[in-house]
């Protein structure tokens, strides 16, 4: 066994890593399909199979000590280095983001928020924050960050003007995220990552939204991608990873920090979360037809204020979203108008085809209510000019149930809310 740490029949199997080397103008929609299936992996089946080990068993001690030379991935030394399946998982990510050198996972998408800020950061850095981060992004810079002497500081990421004069001496990473959780403020990525380039910090964005098929991070300047892989790459709300896709030399320090801190997925979630990623572009194709259908007859509501949906002309953000993004997804907001929180809770709860709860981008639709005013501290909510908006907010993630049923669900619940 030793002597052969990889799937025995690996050399005989075509690799599809050929198609890769002999055109690599693939499209997205194909690199989905085709990414991580190479040969020494997953053996003459389709999928990776799952590797569960801890153990990689020597011939010798010679062969144990000739191990620890070549301890890249790719090569099976210790389960926490990962195998075969994360290893097919990782080579997939980074076919689908390009720039990228690699890919390293992470038991969630929080553990892959906190494994890339420490990557980058060390004491009395300073961390500049998009004022609509995830809010455990948002806690984590507060908190845990603030504990190992960096200082969080939060900006507004729709002030391109006042940005450059956020930064001083001691900036050292700027995290973004577009669109901004629950409020989808769709921000100019292209922009803010190059004031930060030229201000000598690295930027790191939270592309869990569009995930790398509806845009391409580092092509748009920033260092690191990161993926909440619970959303869309997993797609059937079964579980938790997350990742981090750059190019070097900060591909090798997120590998490194994260071997440190000792993160590693198990080979059965790598295994379903490569089997999400096969159908995501379908999933993510038809989440965003049918959100835009269900936002445009929000906006027609007068029960609604106002939908803030990046795929939904009229919408904030929309121009930029156009511009920079290839595709959507199915995870929108909107704001009722004249709305009391009981009001709302009597929407909500008479939703009979939405779950209540949270994460997004399953096959399942789901709704919950938010309220992002307190956590903000850079820059109004509601916006200025949004006057007279109560901002209560419902956060729908759209799923793969029929439309027609979802909006004829979403009437009843109107209906519902107005009742007293
Ligand atoms: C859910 C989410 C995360 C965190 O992912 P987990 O796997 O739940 O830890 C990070 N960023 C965004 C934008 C998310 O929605």
Redesign the pocket.
């Known amino acids: 066994m030793g002597r052969r740490p990889h799937h025995p029949q690996g050399n005989r199997v075509r690799s599809l890593t050929m198609a890769k080397q002999t055109n690599r103008n693939l499209k997205p929609a194909t690199r989905v399909v085709t990414g991580g299936r190479r040969a020494e992996w997953t053996g003459a089946v389709v999928s990776p199979p799952v590797w569960r080990a801890s153990t990689h068993l020597y011939e010798s001690t010679a062969a144990l000590e000739q191990g620890k030379k070549g301890n890249a991935d790719g090569r099976f030394f210790y389960g926490r280095r990962g195998a075969p399946t994360q290893w097919a998982l990782a080579d997939a990510l980074t076919e689908i983001e390009p720039g990228a050198a690699g890919t390293v996972l992470y038991p969630?998408?929080?553990?892959?928020?906190a494994g890339a800020l420490m990557a980058v950061l060390k004491p009395g850095d300073v961390l500049l924050v998009t004022d609509n981060a995830?809010d455990?992004?948002r806690s984590m810079a507060t908190g845990l960050l603030k504990r190992f002497g960096v200082e969080a500081r939060f900006f507004d990421p729709l002030d391109i003007d006042g940005f450059p004069d956020t930064f001083c001496d001691r900036t050292r990473a700027v995290m973004l995220?577009s669109p901004g959780?629950l409020t989808m403020e769709v921000c100019d990525i292209p922009a803010l990552a190059a004031i930060a380039r030229d201000k000598g910090a690295v930027s790191l964005i939270?592309n869990?939204?569009a995930s790398s098929l509806g845009f391409t991070a580092l092509e748009h300047g920033c260092d690191i991608a990161?993926?909440?892989?619970?959303?869309h790459v997993g797609g059937h709300s079964d579980l938790?990873?997350?990742s981090a896709s750059a190019a070097e030399p900060w591909h090798s320090r997120l590998r490194q920090t994260a071997q440190a801190l000792g993160h590693v997925v198990s080979p059965d979630d790598a295994a379903l979360a490569a089997r999400g990623l096969r159908t995501m572009a379908l999933r993510l194709k038809q989440g965003t037809e049918s959100a835009l259908r269900i936002a445009t007859w929000l906006s027609a509501r007068p029960e609604v204020a106002r939908v803030l949906c990046p795929m939904l002309p009229g919408s904030p953000g929309h121009a930029i979203w156009e511009r920079d993004f290839t595709g959507g997804c199915g995870l929108f907001s909107f704001l009722l108008a004249d709305a009391d929180d009981a009001a709302r809770a009597r929407f909500i709860d008479a939703l009979e085809l939405f779950g209540i709860g949270?994460?997004?981008?399953g096959f399942e639709s789901l709704a919950i209510p938010f309220d992002p005013a307190p956590n903000r501290s850079a820059s109004p909510w509601p916006p200025a000019g949004w006057a007279g908006d109560k901002a209560l907010g419902i956060r729908l993630s759209i799923g793969l149930e029929d439309t027609d049923d979802l909006l004829a669900d979403l009437e009843r619940a109107f209906a519902a809310m107005e009742k007293r």
Do not use: C
């Not at 969630?108 to 928020?113: K, M, N, Q």
């Not at 990161?226 to 959303?231: N, S």
């Not at 949270?358 to 981008?361: D, F, L, R, V």
């Open positions: 969630s998408g929080v553990a892959a928020i995830y455990p992004t995220e959780s939270d869990t939204w990161i993926m909440a892989l619970t959303k938790m990873m997350g949270y994460s997004w981008g």
